[in-house]
């Protein structure tokens, strides 16, 4: 591009006149009188003098200067942040201004500083020397470490002055054993390395003592006390021995029949096999309700029991309620073409994995119990057909204490829910995912794993409602998709959450406090509880029984009964 004549390229631009500069700072000093220079000159050498006077007074110069100017200040934190040998040095202060420490132990030559300091190292090198069994060694430094622990001591004695001639032969001595101690290498990379060891081999020992204690435990929780027994044997020698008995217990008036069936009463079932139990749970809730002569009781046991548990409700009295007792073997409608824990029986591999214990050994003993086998114990998703005439009950299991009346129970709105039932899902633990393998393309596609559990053992049953929706049937298709153990392995609970699912009605809490049979269970919910449960393998009827708890189940066993004092003995 040709730039036209006359026009100047900005870039070579120059002021046109020179003498507009500012003057630099020697020219203008020069231009300046001599005696106005002489006097700034005086002025700032006794600026600079005093400036140092200061600096020398400061009682620590490491600490910054105090100051008015929030921002000097500001910089001033700042700069000692980001420093780390001031960070250093403050942390070390704080230490020395917590444990009160004194220049002598501070000090680098203190001879008593140095004593304590070889007595905690020689204390780790003789609990390493023990694990390695080098005895003499151990005694060696033992030896040493009581001599160096009674020098401070008469130094303490004589106003903390340390013997010097003592004190310097005691750390050379015990300096050659710390190094003798390296020989053997004693260092921290193998202490860390054995100690890792000996963790590990501890870790596999408890272990196994806690499957061991597992394994006696449900062992001690599956057999049957002497007392228990002894207590059949009398009751079956009673009844048979007895025609009055037999008489008042069979020969029932039209209007208690009547009654059995009498939806205006309040009706209760339980189904065990354990007669002392039953009459806890008859007696809590007798004792405790407000109108105990509109309680109605459904008892069912087994063949074994039968006549026993007849005899013990025919000789005693429960404040005027009513108590029905069937056994499981007049339920001839319960049979394997219909019930696939029955048909699941007759298979031998389910015989093998809960009887023989010939499956898979990874499995825990408390999955292989018999007794999740038993149809007492299964009984439960057949309440409608047992009680077809009755349209709301009360299931309670055997290991339960009353507290409270229960008869609001029967006035709860369940609103349009079969069931209702206490969850269990304050924490993880009582999720569905715990009981459930949801693994199984199965039951991953039709349940929440973070669903909420709930506890059997006090549920209230619309049984209109049950019949409706089928619930026995769903019951069924999931027994009969489980005879694998590939959905659930323990018990009940897991085929009721799936049975129940969706159905369930939440009750209050103090309903039904839960743990009373394996944990620690806070006193201010069994203070306010109705029902107290012993879920768990420390049952109160057990010598294994958690002794603080026995006392609420014991409050309602008469041991002065002739037949309990024959057969327990207090």
Same mark, same amino acid.
């Given at each position: 591009?040709?730039r036209?004549?006359?026009?100047?390229d900005?870039?070579?631009?120059?002021?046109?006149?020179?003498?507009?500069r500012?003057?630099?700072? +020697?020219?203008?000093?020069?231009?300046?009188?001599?005696?106005?220079?002489?006097?700034?000159?005086?002025?700032?050498?006794? #600026?600079?003098?005093?400036?140092?006077? !200061?600096?020398?007074?400061?009682?620590?110069?490491?600490?910054?200067?105090?100051?008015?100017?929030?921002?000097?200040?500001?910089?001033?934190?700042?700069?000692?942040?980001?420093?780390?040998?001031?960070?250093?040095?403050s942390?070390?202060?704080?230490?020395?201004?917590?444990?009160?420490?004194?220049?002598?132990?501070?000090?680098?030559?203190?001879?008593?500083?140095?004593?304590?300091?070889?007595?905690?190292?020689?204390?780790?090198?003789?609990?390493?020397?023990?694990e390695?069994?080098?005895?003499?060694?151990?005694?060696?430094?033992?030896?040493?470490?009581?001599?160096?622990?009674?020098?401070?001591?008469?130094?303490?004695?004589?106003?903390?002055?340390?013997?010097?001639?003592?004190?310097?032969?005691?750390?050379?001595?015990?300096?050659?054993? =710390?190094?003798?101690?390296?020989?053997?290498?004693?260092?921290?990379?193998?202490?860390?390395?054995?100690?890792?060891?000996?963790?590990?081999?501890?870790?596999?020992?408890?272990k196994?003592?806690?499957?061991?204690?597992t394994?006696?435990?449900?062992?001690?929780a599956?057999?049957?006390?002497?007392?228990?027994?002894?207590l059949?044997v009398?009751?079956?020698?009673?009844?048979?021995?007895?025609?009055?008995?037999?008489?008042?217990?069979?020969?029932?008036?039209?209007?208690?029949?009547?009654?059995?069936?009498?939806?205006?009463l309040?009706?209760?079932?339980? %189904?065990?096999?354990?007669?002392?139990?039953?009459?806890?749970?008859?007696?809590?809730?007798?004792?405790?309700?407000?109108?105990?002569?509109?309680?109605?009781?459904?008892?069912?046991?087994?063949?074994?029991?039968?006549d026993p548990?007849?005899?013990?409700?025919?000789?005693?009295?429960? /404040?005027?309620?009513?108590?029905?007792?069937?056994?499981?073997?007049?339920?001839?409608?319960?049979?394997?073409?219909?019930?696939?824990?029955?048909?699941?029986?007759q298979?031998?591999?389910?015989?093998?994995?809960?009887?023989?214990?010939?499956?898979?050994?990874?499995?825990?003993?408390?999955?292989?119990n018999?007794?999740?086998?038993?149809?007492?114990?299964?009984? /439960?998703?057949?309440?409608?057909?047992?009680?077809?005439?009755?349209?709301?009950?009360?299931?309670?299991?055997?290991?339960i204490?009353?507290?409270?009346?229960?008869?609001?129970? %029967?006035?709860?709105?369940?609103?349009?829910?079969?069931?209702?039932?206490?969850?269990?899902?304050?924490?993880?633990?009582?999720? =569905?995912?715990?009981?459930?393998?949801?693994?199984?393309?199965?039951?991953? #596609?039709? %349940?929440?794993?973070?669903?909420?559990?709930?506890? =059997?053992?006090?549920?209230?049953?619309?049984?209109?409602?049950?019949?409706?929706?089928?619930?026995?049937?769903?019951?069924?298709?999931?027994?009969? +998709?489980?005879?694998?153990?590939?959905?659930?392995?323990?018990?009940?609970?897991?085929?009721?959450?799936?049975?129940?699912?969706?159905?369930?009605?939440?009750?209050?809490?103090?309903?039904?406090?839960l743990?009373?049979?394996?944990?620690?269970?806070?006193?201010?919910?069994?203070?306010?509880g109705?029902?107290?449960?012993?879920?768990?393998?420390?049952?109160?009827?057990?010598?294994? !029984?958690?002794?603080?708890?026995?006392?609420?189940?014991?409050?309602?066993?008469?041991?002065?009964?002739?037949?309990?004092?024959?057969?327990?003995? +207090?």
């Amino acid at each position: 591009m040709v730039r036209p004549a006359g026009l100047l390229d900005p870039t070579t631009r120059r002021r046109p006149f020179l003498d507009q500069r500012r003057p630099s700072f +020697r020219r203008r000093w020069q231009q300046r009188p001599l005696w106005a220079r002489l006097l700034l000159s005086l002025l700032l050498a006794l #600026a600079c003098a005093l400036l140092l006077l !200061g600096l020398a007074g400061s009682p620590d110069p490491s600490s910054p200067p105090a100051t008015d100017d929030p921002s000097r200040s500001a910089h001033a934190d700042a700069d000692a942040v980001s420093s780390p040998l001031l960070r250093q040095r403050s942390y070390l202060e704080v230490i020395t201004d917590t444990h009160n420490m004194t220049d002598e132990m501070l000090s680098a030559h203190s001879l008593s500083r140095q004593l304590m300091d070889q007595i905690s190292l020689a204390k780790t090198y003789i609990t390493v020397a023990k694990e390695a069994n080098n005895l003499q060694f151990v005694a060696e430094l033992g030896s040493l470490v009581r001599r160096e622990q009674s020098i401070l001591a008469r130094a303490a004695a004589n106003g903390g002055t340390v013997v010097k001639e003592d004190a310097e032969k005691a750390i050379r001595d015990m300096a050659v054993l =710390f190094y003798q101690a390296q020989q053997f290498r004693y260092d921290s990379a193998v202490t860390i390395l054995k100690l890792k060891g000996q963790i590990l081999s501890l870790e596999e020992k408890s272990k196994a003592e806690a499957d061991k204690s597992t394994k006696y435990g449900q062992i001690a929780a599956e057999e049957l006390p002497k007392g228990l027994y002894c207590l059949g044997v009398r009751l079956t020698m009673e009844w048979f021995n007895s025609a009055e008995l037999q008489r008042k217990f069979l020969d029932r008036s039209p209007a208690v029949q009547s009654n059995l069936r009498d939806n205006s009463l309040y009706h209760y079932c339980v %189904f065990s096999d354990n007669i002392i139990a039953v009459s806890v749970v008859v007696n809590s809730t007798t004792l405790n309700s407000k109108h105990p002569e509109k309680i109605v009781f459904h008892l069912v046991t087994d063949e074994v029991n039968y006549d026993p548990m007849r005899a013990w409700f025919a000789l005693n009295d429960y /404040r005027g309620a009513i108590v029905e007792i069937q056994k499981v073997e007049d339920f001839t409608w319960l049979n394997a073409s219909y019930v696939p824990v029955l048909k699941q029986l007759q298979d031998a591999a389910t015989q093998n994995f809960y009887f023989s214990g010939s499956g898979n050994r990874g499995t825990p003993i408390k999955f292989r119990n018999p007794k999740y086998l038993s149809m007492l114990n299964h009984l /439960r998703f057949y309440i409608p057909e047992i009680y077809p005439e009755l349209h709301k009950v009360v299931f309670l299991d055997d290991d339960i204490v009353v507290q409270k009346d229960l008869s609001d129970l %029967f006035t709860i709105n369940l609103n349009g829910n079969v069931m209702g039932a206490v969850e269990t899902c304050m924490e993880t633990f009582h999720r =569905f995912h715990k009981y459930l393998n949801h693994s199984h393309p199965l039951i991953r #596609a039709h %349940f929440d794993p973070d669903a909420c559990g709930w506890a =059997f053992g006090m549920n209230v049953l619309d049984l209109v409602e049950w019949r409706n929706k089928n619930v026995t049937g769903i019951y069924h298709y999931w027994q009969e +998709r489980n005879a694998d153990h590939t959905l659930w392995k323990l018990g009940s609970l897991p085929p009721g959450l799936l049975a129940f699912y969706g159905l369930v009605e939440a009750l209050n809490p103090k309903w039904h406090v839960l743990g009373l049979g394996y944990t620690t269970v806070d006193p201010d919910a069994i203070k306010e509880g109705a029902v107290l449960h012993y879920n768990g393998n420390l049952k109160p009827w057990l010598k294994i !029984g958690m002794e603080k708890y026995k006392g609420f189940w014991d409050n309602y066993v008469d041991y002065s009964h002739p037949l309990l004092q024959r057969c327990f003995m +207090r």
